[in-house]
DNA sequence: AGGATCTGACAACAGTTGTAGTCAACCGAG
DNA sequence: CTCGGTTGACTACAACTGTTGTCAGATCCT
């Protein structure tokens, strides 16, 4: 019987709390350590769990990872629409859509990682062809006017490239500029791609 | 002493000749399963060595993957350099520099994965530091007419950001479009960056 | 109170990792 | 032929991995 109560909460309370903290800390490591670092043991130590509700939650590592990642991904795409609605005009759409990027990955650079690096290195996430990036390619691909489907695919895949490497070199600290600099050259990026 | 020979080579001729089938399993592995499958063992075996000359050659796993890193790198470099040397305009030495690293990556997909993916997963590339990218950065823009630094720095970072997810997109098949095309839409992406 | 359920700390399994060491077999110089 | 450098197959170790199992104790319902 789930619904009894057991320490003031009920048990698919606990067990959802659990997950999140197992979440939690699979974000933490695949953000910080990587891939490699990321081992259910680790994940374990982290949560303060034991290796049990691991698999109450998850049947496999892999899971736990595809979790990881697609939360960190739906709360990308969530703070994209956001961001580009309501907004008239493309350059205001363009505006907000990065500012809305950057503030996520600033906020917290783990999650950038997760984003931009995890799906290249995590066998995890590459055997299962889990990439959002090309989704987000997609979208920004949506957005553009040009006539040829092969020639937005082409500039959309590139665009995405550049935002994520000067992304990725502004997190590591390579690259050292303002965030509103940043901003305005990654508006400047979106909106230059589009005029061929 | 070391100038004897043995079975028709020097002690040092065979050393060398082991690292470097050593090196060349190192770049088979770390370009095909990745750095999670290059272990000390698994390039041992493909090398068709013990591991005992792993550790003549070698004081670490990191070394190894270092050495293979470097090595592509290098050839990379050269690749460049002879490609834009006696171009005369700016126009011809953008086709000819992707046209050489196109080639490269299409000839040999695994030096394109080294290059581009391994320093962003692999700990031991990681941990050293050991980008060539931000290298490539600088050399491409030096080449760049922008009078403020950062704003060099900026664009660069961009440029080769977006060629390397194009090469990467082509790479592992997601992109399907002729290698004309490829070279053709790179080439546009280097001038289109200068141009502001 | 008794009994069902939940919890957490561990042990166990077989596998792989990096790294080091042993030992018989080979090979060429004296 | 003998001696010493060279080779390769193999073992050894401790640490780690994913995954499953055990068991004493805590917590709640009746």
Known sequence: MPGRTWAGTTLDDRKALRRGQLVAAGLELLGTEGSAGTSVR???RHAKLTERYFYESFADREELVAAVYEH???????????????????????????????????????????????????????RRGLHLLPVFAALVGEQLSHDDETERRLVAVGLVGALSNVFIAYLDGSLKVSRERLVAHCVRLVLGADSH
Chains 1, 2 share one sequence.
């Not at 629409?81 to 500012?99: E, I, K, S």
């Open 72 to 126: 960190v991904g739906e709360e990308a795409r969530q703070a994209l629409v956001d961001a580009v609605r309501d907004a008239p005009t493309p350059v205001l759409r363009a505006g907000n859509a990065v500012r809305a990027f950057v503030e996520l990955i600033v906020d917290d650079p783990r999650k950038g990682r997760v984003l931009l690096l995890a799906p290249l290195t995590d066998p995890a996430l590459t």
């Open 42 to 44: 680790a994940v374990c």
